[in-house]
């Protein structure tokens, strides 16, 4: 429980909850009973109101068994809800009144810290190291050389041996891929635990302003692998929904190019129903056991030339079944 939560149930403690009731409707208290009946202020109810001294909690018997709630509560409520219910008020001034009347006061609101997705310091700069450098071999014989100038390779820790690829969207940093460089590395891919990949997606380094189509991925890798031909985007893995947002601030774009790994090819659908409101969708072929770095630039741009535009769901399923794909 942190701060600010220790506080309220503190100061809901405290209430002085009969005789702030007493100001909206009759009670009746007994000298250290348990329960303070009273009557209810919703339904009228005579002693129908049960207040629960511990619990701090009101049940109504008639509202809660007869549908007498006239439609504003269950005839069961917590004390936040029942004092937002009676005052009219918002829930933060529901809290500011609670910690008022009981003499609790309320702790001061503090920004959470923004998490640590800061470039690994046991990493050491690809430029510093030699050609035949893992790393720097695995970037440039997968076409995306160009990336060795801003990369980093681990040489400790929990990303020991893994090329650190800093992410950005639209020029801005918003963490890293630890990128496995050997088979048997599992993931394959790595991210800081602070980093919102649900949220954000990776833009090219190149990202072209005035372009008005992208080709989704989920790599880095994959991603850049476009820098020669166009713009492209990177999923951190598939398409997540809480990513909407973030791609649909890239207003200037108006056509989509799903290029997800030939075994996501459910994952494509799934993502061209969330921004078929926004953006026209196009589906490629893309084979089943690659990805769009395997294929490289210039096969990714061939696939481009047998994009199909999908529109409906009926639409998906007709090359769906044409291209042999499984749902």
Known sequence: MNDRSAGLQEAIDSFPLVSWLSKHTRTYPNEGGAVVYADCPVCTGRKKLGIYRSKKLAVCGRC???????????????????VKMLEGT???????????LSGIPEPEWKPEEAPDVSIPKDAISLTSCHEEEPGVSYLRTRGVGHLVESASLCIGGKYHERVILPCYYRD??????????YPSQTPKSLYPPGMATRKKVYTLRDWRQKATWAAVTESVVDCETFSPIGNAIGCFGVFKRGQLASLVELDQIKDLYWFLDGDAWKHVQSGIKACAPFVRNHVVPMPNDQDPNSLGTEGCGLLMESAREVRTDLDFLEVTHEWGKDL
Not at 90 to 100: P, Q
Request: charged share 30%; proline share 2%.
């Open 172 to 181: 801005e940093y918003i963490g890293f891929e630890a990128k496995a460089i």
């Open 90 to 100: 918002s829930w933060r001034d529901t809290f500011k009144l609670i910690h008022a």
């Open 64 to 82: 809660k068994d007869g549908g007498h709630g006239q439609g504003k509560w269950e005839g069961v409520a917590n004390l936040p809800r029942l």
